[in-house]
């Protein structure tokens, strides 16, 4: 596909311009704070370097899922609080999204500012189904940077959307992609086309069937599939295992019964854990044991007892074959990370990623945060993904409609 990239927007020359930028800055909050700022970071350079070069800066960015009407605890407003820490600019906020505060705040915005736009999602059109209505909006979203408006994409996060502020756009302005779009395909291209072996994918995480989606097509490509998190209780179902309380998908128990028979002969060894950490209820400070994968309503305090993590021994396991890996591709945490009692798996493999001397990239925005969280450095990661659905949508081989729409041949 042929993208025009930012450079040549800013070598252009973009002083006085108005730009509207498309940005992923939705972040986990708690409480009104941001608890892990990664994506904001991760948007920051792009942003800047159009300041630094004059631009009259318009961002557009979602939060959750408001469902297509203002919520004040889906606002904007503790984002660009974290924003303005970051960036030695003038930031200002919209208390709109296309409204009557957007378009004069727009129209008074000076070269080297930004103004950030509320909630994308505040509005129902972003996300319809209707390409009228996500068409009419994103006219006023371009009508905000007026005639010589251009568009840039740096929202990898939400590539895969066919959203209003992600496609649609492109038929209202010219369109160019961001840096950290660039930087993310460059590195799942490498994941897709030439990966160093032995290739290690490691799931886990929460999202069982969108994940699932994607292992058939990584079974051909990867040597091992390491798999932990909330998915693994499927596949134990399907091994003929009971699983008290798990994380469970029962509809996808044959689906996955079909991965495990078909993997030898896709050249491909799933490494599931033959040990659990099994709690008595969904909670921080939750009595519970380890026990074997195949005895988990065996637990001391009963039979629906949840999988909350990987055991050690599988952990141990898990780090082995990542520490010899060629490249490594991990989305999901292998646990309930947030609880300290349930974190000692996603620690551990997070740890091998790092002692890895081969490729490693973390995808999934849990997954990263969980990184973070557990006080790795990020330089210790080959790459840390800012999209979880839309890097595993791409590693999946299907075609993302935010890449489309900026494909100029
Ligand atoms: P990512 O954002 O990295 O793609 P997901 O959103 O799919 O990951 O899942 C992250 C969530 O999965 C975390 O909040 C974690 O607590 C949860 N999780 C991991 N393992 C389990 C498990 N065994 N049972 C329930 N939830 C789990
Ligand atoms: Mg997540």
Redesign the pocket.
């Known amino acids: 596909m042929a993208y025009i990239s930012l450079d040549e927007l800013l070598s252009s020359g973009v002083s006085g311009r108005r730009v509207l930028v498309r940005s992923d800055l939705n972040v986990p909050l708690e409480d009104g704070k941001v608890t892990d700022d990664g994506r904001i970071r991760a948007s920051v350079p792009v942003i800047t370097a159009l300041a630094d070069a004059g631009a009259r800066v318009v961002v557009m960015a979602h939060l959750g899922r408001p469902q297509g009407k203002f919520r004040t605890e889906f606002s904007l407003v503790p984002v660009v609080e974290r924003l303005r820490s970051l960036v030695p600019l003038t930031v200002r906020m919209a208390s709109d999204v296309s409204g009557d505060d957007a378009r004069k705040q727009a129209g008074s915005l000076v070269g080297g500012e930004v103004l950030v736009l509320e909630n994308l999602r505040f509005d129902a059109r972003e996300t319809s189904k209707d390409n009228a209505e996500r068409d009419s909006f994103a006219a006023e979203l371009a009508a905000l940077v007026g005639e010589d408006g251009v568009y840039v994409d740096d929202a990898f996060g939400a590539v895969h959307r066919k959203h209003a502020s992600v496609t649609d756009i492109t038929r209202h302005l010219p369109a160019y992609v961001g840096n950290l779009v660039s930087t993310e395909l460059k590195v799942l291209g490498k994941l897709t086309t030439n990966p160093d072996h032995p290739y290690v994918v490691v799931l ?4 069982v069937s969108d ?1 699932l989606a994607v292992i058939d097509n990584l079974m051909e490509r990867a040597d091992y599939l390491l798999v932990g ?2 998915m693994v209780f499927t596949f134990l179902a399907a091994m003929g295992h009971k699983v008290g309380g ?2 469970l998908e029962a509809d996808q128990v044959e689906t996955v019964r079909g991965y495990l028979d078909s993997a030898e002969q896709a050249g491909c060894e799933f490494i599931l854990p033959t040990d659990i950490v099994v709690a008595s209820r969904f909670s921080a400070d939750a009595e519970h044991e380890v026990l074997a994968s195949e005895d988990i309503e065996n637990a001391t305090f009963g039979a629906s007892g ?4 990987i055991g050690p021994t599988s952990a141990e396991s898990f780090a082995r074959h990542i520490r010899s890996a060629g490249t490594v591709f991990w ?8 609880f300290d009692a349930f974190a000692d798996g996603t620690r551990i493999v997070a740890q091998a990623l790092a002692e890895c001397d081969g490729f490693t990239v973390v995808g ?4 990263a945060a969980a990184v973070r969280a557990l006080g790795f450095d990020e330089s210790s990661f080959g790459h840390i993904s800012t999209g ?1 659905g839309a890097s595993l949508e791409y590693l999946e081989g299907k075609e993302l409609p935010g890449l489309m729409a900026l494909d100029r041949q």
């Open positions: 886990g995480g929460a999202k994940k998190g909330g798990s994380m949840l999988g909350l993590d989305n999901g945490p292998m646990g309930v990370f947030e999934g925005g849990d997954s979880g």
